[in-house]
């Protein structure tokens, strides 16, 4: 039996997971079902003690790429294989949604936007795609595919990651001790990493005050990542200049929150890219064969390394 938590379309995921896995009874929370029969689980963010009980569980698919929330759950043994998106149709809404915050500083948007307030007629100097320097920190399937992509429209891209990739038109920095000089290098630093112990609090006030002077930061990794009180400093300061957040230490981001009403900082609710139901239960059926038939499954965690 497969036990599906998708708080977003609970209906529209047990039908396209029914359809694509005849063989499996999917049952939705919070129906009632012999915990101890649940082989599979489909779930994103289940109430806590969702996974007492199941005794038989084979594997957890993840219905997102990110799986710091998981990971840090008490109620699931550490010897079930937990399966996360890979892509499944994410990474193209993350160019767009990068592309948005790109386009916005490059073009100077947000200057015609206090330009507008004032009715002043002025043009300003744009700068080229080649001349516009983007760091992109991760480049995994999300951030890779932002990365090139971004390249290959003629935008002068450096990636960042561990162990390094080799990817068309991307400058390639590698581990802890080339991020300050992958910095220093970009206007606008873009995050798609995950959420690990060595990636929390990464952009803390004095990486941050690496960036040029007039840079902007596109944050759509994850909130814990980013030092918010050093990133209000330095907006404030203007050695940043602009801030495009989809996502907070606190998600929903507390309505008192000074980001809110920060004139240099567009934030958006965790949209940036969102799962699409068909390419997501598309990649976890063929997932869960590949387990049934004895093979490794693509987007297995490594849970000693956090993604
Ligand atoms: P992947 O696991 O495919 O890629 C992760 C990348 O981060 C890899 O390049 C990896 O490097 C790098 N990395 C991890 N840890 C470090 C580190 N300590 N130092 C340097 N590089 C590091 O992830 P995805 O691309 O699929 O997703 C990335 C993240 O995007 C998710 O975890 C999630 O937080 C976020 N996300 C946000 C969404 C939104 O709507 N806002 C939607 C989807 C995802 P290496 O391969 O060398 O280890
Ligand atoms: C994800 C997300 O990790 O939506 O998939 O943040």
């Known amino acids: 039996m497969l036990y599906l938590y998708?708080?977003?379309?609970?209906v529209r995921y047990q039908h396209a997971l029914q359809q694509a896995l005849p063989q499996h009874k999917v049952q939705c929370w919070?129906?009632?079902?012999?915990?101890?029969?649940?082989?599979?689980?489909?779930?994103?963010?289940?109430?806590a003690g969702f996974f007492n009980g199941m005794v038989n569980l084979q594997a957890v698919f993840v219905l997102g790429a990110g799986v710091d929330r998981i990971l840090k759950r008490d109620d699931l043994p550490s010897t079930v294989p937990i399966v996360r998106l890979t892509d499944a149709g994410m990474a193209q809404q993350m160019l767009e949604y990068v592309l948005y915050g790109v386009l916005?500083?490059?073009?100077?948007?947000?200057?015609?936007?206090?330009q507008q307030t004032l009715r002043q007629w002025?043009?300003?100097?744009a700068?080229?795609?080649?001349?516009?320097?983007?760091?992109?920190?991760g480049l995994g399937e999300i951030g890779g595919w932002v990365a090139q992509s971004l390249a290959a429209m003629g935008y002068?891209?450096?990636?960042?990651?561990?162990?390094?990739?080799?990817?068309?038109?991307?400058?390639?920095y590698i581990g802890e001790a080339a991020l300050p000089d992958l910095l220093a290098r970009s206007d606008i630093l873009v995050?798609?990493?995950?959420?690990?112990?060595?990636?929390?609090?990464?952009?803390?006030?004095?990486?941050?005050?690496?960036?040029?002077?007039?840079?902007?930061l596109i944050n759509a990794g994850r909130g814990e990542q980013v030092d918010e009180a050093a990133l209000l400093g330095l907006l404030d300061s203007g050695h940043l200049r602009f801030a495009m957040l989809d996502v907070f230490e606190v998600e929903p981001l507390e309505t008192v929150h000074p980001l809110w009403s920060h004139p240099s900082v567009l934030l958006t609710p965790h949209i940036a890219a969102m799962t699409q139901v068909q390419p997501a239960v598309a990649q976890i059926?063929?997932?869960?064969?590949?387990?049934k038939q004895g093979q490794l499954p693509h987007g297995l965690v490594e849970r000693e390394r956090g993604y």
């Open 285 to 291: 059926s063929a997932n869960l064969q590949a387990i």
């Open 6 to 10: 998708a708080p977003q379309d609970m």
């Open 191 to 216: 995050n798609l990493l995950p959420a690990t112990p060595q990636t929390r609090g990464l952009l803390n006030a004095y990486l941050l005050s690496r960036l040029p002077s007039g840079a902007a």
């Open 127 to 137: 700068l080229s795609a080649g001349q516009t320097r983007i760091g992109v920190l």
């Open 122 to 125: 002025q043009a300003l100097t």
């Open 30 to 47: 919070p129906e009632e079902v012999a915990v101890g029969q649940v082989d599979y689980a489909v779930v994103w963010n289940p109430p």
């Open 104 to 114: 916005h500083v490059q073009r100077q948007m947000g200057q015609y936007r206090r």
């Open 156 to 172: 002068a891209v450096a990636g960042w990651s561990r162990t390094g990739r080799q990817l068309p038109g991307v400058q390639d």
